[in-house]
């Protein structure tokens, strides 16, 4: 095979896959608020949500913030998020709660105010998107009922994407969801004693 | 069971969980450049990258970003990234470029030139992080030799935090990184014709 004929053949290999992709994207044409679940072992999961709050910010959109858990007030996407006052609400109950607490009543309190707020977001027509930060660990441990946390996500604003972080996600979640991602660990720093890194992990 | 010895129960196993993590992290004290690939066939690869991006942002810290594949001009990202123009250095080559182009030719310049961008970066001590958008395309292309880019990483400074995108991460590289996820697709909208929609995909 000469030259020419190589890049012909790339050519022609590549207009497949365009007329391919061109039709597949002809008939997605339905816009509605996902339900996105980013949930397994690996990392990414808060961090992807953050990767579209990035998104949302960028293009001037109205975000809603609740974290459940592990929020920490000296974490990069807390710091960014006050810089966008206008765009962001971001409530986090009990500072620090990284469910390592003693206290389960006091879990269960700061979980149900949290969800709270969430509800008043996923309502409100003004947010493009609604993160809802390890929500699943609160369903892991039954800190919220399931059917209550399904019926709000249910009946959100129909334009309001709704993200849910967290490992464990219940499978009623996941196939309610328009979109689930699961995030495996191949490879973990923690392993060879790397520890937990400003602009990485938080 | 009483309530109060169910209450001392859950008591007793949080304190040993922390008492477990703390033991855990307690010999995590390595700081380092970490090489971080993000790869699978599901959803969240770049977005997690940006996610990383981020924190960084939100930290002051200086970012370097090489768009490899499917950048686009009216991402949020990119508008998010235009807002801090002294941390942010972003390198686009082939504005638009999706790998649906007809030119291998011009496809391998583009990566080169991206790549030689990459490299300035990866050297460069006042980047905290550096992002190579589906850097790993070019790779399962072989628009890239595999060695020059496996080198460029190995010799990168040992502070940088290097992130590299995409499906088909080579196995070389992942064997390479100190932390690998793989995102895997459990349900996508596009099957069900929902599409791609503003502050999620873009």
């Not at 816009?31 to 293009?59: D, F, P």
């Not at 309190?109 to 709270?116: I, M, N």
């Not at 998107?129 to 604003?157: F, K, Q």
Request: with cysteine; proline share 3%; hydrophobic share 45%.
């Amino acid at each position: 095979m000469t030259l020419e004929e190589a890049d012909d053949l790339h050519r022609q290999k590549k207009a497949k896959i365009a007329a391919a992709k061109e039709k597949l994207y002809a008939d997605k044409v339905i816009e509605k608020g996902l339900l996105i679940v980013h949930t397994g072992t690996g990392k990414g999961k808060s961090t992807a949500a953050w990767g579209m709050a990035m998104r949302c910010l960028g293009h001037g959109l109205k975000l809603g913030v609740v974290q459940f858990g592990k929020g920490s007030r000296d974490s990069g996407e807390r710091a960014l998020f006050t810089r966008f006052p206008d765009l962001v609400r971001l409530v986090a109950v009990g500072e620090g709660f990284t469910w390592e607490t003693q206290d389960k009543a006091a879990d269960i309190a700061a979980a149900k105010e949290a969800f709270a707020a969430a509800c008043a977001m996923l309502q409100d027509p003004s947010f493009h998107m609604v993160i809802l930060d390890e929500l699943n660990i609160t369903l892991r441990y039954e800190y919220l009922p399931l059917d209550e946390v399904l019926a709000a996500l249910r009946s959100r604003h129909p334009a309001c994407h709704a993200v849910v972080t967290g490992r464990n996600a219940r499978p009623e979640l996941i196939e309610m969801a328009d979109l689930a991602t699961e995030m495996t660990l191949l490879k973990h720093p923690f392993r060879d004693g790397v520890k937990a890194q400003i602009g990485v992990e938080f």
